[in-house]
Nanobody, 115 residues
Framework: QVQLVESGGGLVQAGESLRLSCVASGSRYSINAMGWYRQAPGKQREPVAAITSGGNTNYAEAVKGRFTISRDNAKNTVYLQMNSLKPEDTAVYYC?????????WGQGTQVTVSS
């Protein structure tokens, strides 16, 4: 059974930083692309950042220059370094991992940014 476990969320003030982590376990397959999504109250889930197995990245316009996605393939882990956080970054952040058979989601971690 594949599991994705996120950690690193919390409550911070505007301008501060957080680092999210997501560890995937339970599959004998290698992971293709990994990414982070977020969902704010009353809004749809939206993509934040993604990274391929080869390290190519892309970001939502709203986070470019502030967030950095990275991964450690040996540890099946993806990270999201979030700097210069804004109140509008407040959301539940979800990890996503694409395996050859299907995609899996984590349970989400809350990020709250106060002004």
């Amino acid at each position: 059974q594949v599991q994705l476990v996120e950690s690193g969320g919390g409550l911070v003030q505007a301008g501060e930083s957080l680092r999210l982590s997501c560890v995937a376990s339970g599959s004998r397959y290698s992971i293709n692309a990994m990414g982070w999504y977020r969902q704010a109250p009353g809004k749809q889930r939206e993509p934040v950042a993604a990274i391929t197995s080869g390290g190519n990245t892309n970001y939502a316009e709203a986070v470019k220059g502030r967030f950095t996605i990275s991964r450690d393939n040996a540890k099946n882990t993806v990270y999201l370094q979030m700097n210069s956080l804004k109140p509008e970054d407040t959301a539940v952040y979800y990890c996503n991992a694409n395996f050859p058979d299907r995609a899996y989601w984590g349970q989400g971690t809350q990020v709250t940014v106060s002004s």
